[in-house]
């Protein structure tokens, strides 16, 4: 385990992104379909994502990955943005779950 959660591309199996967690992910990441705004331009199809991420040594962590804002930098492709971090108390292997927002 390199302690990194990636997002490949599956049409061009390229990395789309990366970021380095404290510890081993030893559990899936957890995406939320339902982050889409219904009323935009957009509406179908998926621009906007909420990823959560845990590390076995108790680490949550909460991304947002925009389609529809550039990259770090002013690079094309997705922007990645941390949205909360959690730090619980002992280790973490089972997969969290997203929700209309929230982690569970």
């Known amino acids: 385990h390199d302690n990194v ?3 490949v ?3 061009s199996g390229q990395v789309e992104w990366q970021r380095r967690m404290q510890a081993p992910i030893t559990s899936a990441a957890a995406v939320d ?5 219904p009323t ?4 179908g199809t998926r621009q906007d994502e909420l990823i959560c ?7 949550v962590l ?14 094309s492709g997705p922007r990645l943005v941390e949205v909360a971090k959690a730090q619980l108390g002992g280790d973490v292997f089972s997969s ?9």
């Open 5 to 7: 959660l990636y997002a």
């Open 9 to 11: 591309n599956l049409r």
């Open 33 to 37: 379909p339902f982050m889409n705004d």
């Open 40 to 43: 935009s331009r957009h509406a």
């Open 53 to 59: 991420a845990c590390g076995s040594r108790g680490e």
């Open 62 to 75: 909460v991304l947002h990955a925009s389609k529809t804002m550039n990259g770090a930098n002013g690079r």
């Open 96 to 104: 969290p779950v997203l929700l209309g927002g929230r982690v569970w």
